[in-house]
């Protein structure tokens, strides 16, 4: 039998280890490095899988051209780089790997949730550009985590992964999700909030997680804000549009948040010029040091890097080699 062709066509380059043991006895493997949709002509056509991450789109005109195409296995969770209805109408499989990072996720969104709790982020930014007052003075006030209120918005995987960890660290964990059937809330021990008001009423801290969609976009805005309690904070480590970066920037400016930690944002890199942005690298800004930004890192580990790669070329064995695929998108 000959064997398949599957090509890698962005982001991961050789030594293509981890694919070729999934792969290497039933498919020639190969990585394009493509950066854009334009460097993918004349290498895919003739592959029999696709194994995408998210510099190019796997549009219609592109599976046009590729007769032996049987499945585009996105590596990573989310799909929207994919034309899966065109897709499904062609017989073409496509697969992700939803919970690469769901553990590593849910740390990060720990990780800046404490750090700005406990004003370690704050204190280390005063003291390292020096000051006289070396002292816990410089994060007054700090309340005790313990009893505080820890507010999930999208109860999946790693809202639920959140949830566990903050219930650890002694918070009382209220989450938001309308998809959730009831006694998720009694199995985990958390509470249910009936609406975004209800949550963010109480939230000493509120971590957003839920998927980015027409119900959730800027579902934290200029308005929504203001049902915080004075001194809150506010994480997302979901999709940027999720919360109105500008929404962040005035929350600072008035003290409505104590701090954020924001992973993602709308724009990835970000405008250099984005207020937000400008803030944030003003040291005379209170967005200097209460604001945690980070590069759309949260799945970031070694190991999670690995599933992805890993269970991607999972995916594609199963679909080649028609096996039932539990993670088939459409
Ligand atoms: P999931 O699909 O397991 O959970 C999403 C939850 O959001 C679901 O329970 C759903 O019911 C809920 N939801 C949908 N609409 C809602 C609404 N209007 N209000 C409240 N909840 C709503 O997804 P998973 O794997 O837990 O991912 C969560 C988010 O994290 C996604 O936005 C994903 O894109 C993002 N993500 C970010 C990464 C990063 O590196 N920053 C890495 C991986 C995922």
Not at 80 to 97: K, L
Not at 186 to 203: H, S, V
Request: proline share 5%; glycine share 8%; with cysteine.
């Amino acid at each position: 039998m000959s064997k398949f062709l599957v090509c890698i066509t962005d982001y991961i380059h050789e030594p293509l280890d981890i694919e070729r043991q999934v792969l290497g006895d039933i498919a020639e493997v190969q990585a394009v490095g493509a950066t854009s949709n334009a460097e993918l002509v004349g290498r895919v056509e003739q592959a029999d899988a696709l194994m995408v991450y998210h510099f190019v789109s796997i549009d219609r005109e592109l599976m046009r051209r590729m007769p032996r195409l049987k499945v585009v296995a996105r590596c990573g969770a989310g799909f929207d780089n994919i034309d899966v209805a065109f897709a499904r109408e062609q017989g073409i499989a496509v697969t992700n790997v939803p919970d690469y990072g769901t553990e590593d996720v849910a740390d990060a969104a720990l990780a800046m949730a404490l750090s700005l709790a406990r004003g370690t982020h704050r204190m280390a930014h005063i003291c390292q550009r020096g000051t006289d007052n070396w002292s816990y003075e410089l994060a007054v006030p700090l309340r005790r985590i313990r009893g505080q209120v820890f507010g999930i918005i999208g109860l999946g995987r790693i809202g639920t992964a959140t949830a566990l960890r903050a219930k650890a660290f002694g918070y009382d964990v209220v989450f938001l999700d309308p998809h959730v059937g009831d006694g998720m809330d009694k199995a985990l021990g958390i509470r249910r909030a009936a609406d975004l008001e209800e949550l963010l009423r109480q939230c000493h801290v509120v971590s957003c997680h839920c998927l980015l969609s027409e119900q959730t976009r800027h579902l934290i805005n200029p308005q929504t804000i203001q049902w915080l309690p004075p001194g809150s904070i506010l994480i997302n480590t979901a999709r940027g549009a999720v919360v109105d970066a500008m929404a962040v920037l005035q929350g600072l400016e008035s003290g409505r948040l104590l701090g954020a930690g924001i992973d993602v944002l709308e724009q990835e890199p970000p405008d250099p010029e984005h207020p937000l942005i400008r803030a944030w690298r003003d040291p005379n800004h209170p967005a200097f040091e209460r604001l945690i930004l980070t590069p759309h890192a949260a799945f970031y580990t070694e190991e999670g890097l690995a599933d992805m790669r890993r269970k991607g070329s999972q995916n594609v064995r199963q679909v080649l080699l028609g096996q039932p695929c539990r993670n088939i998108v459409n």
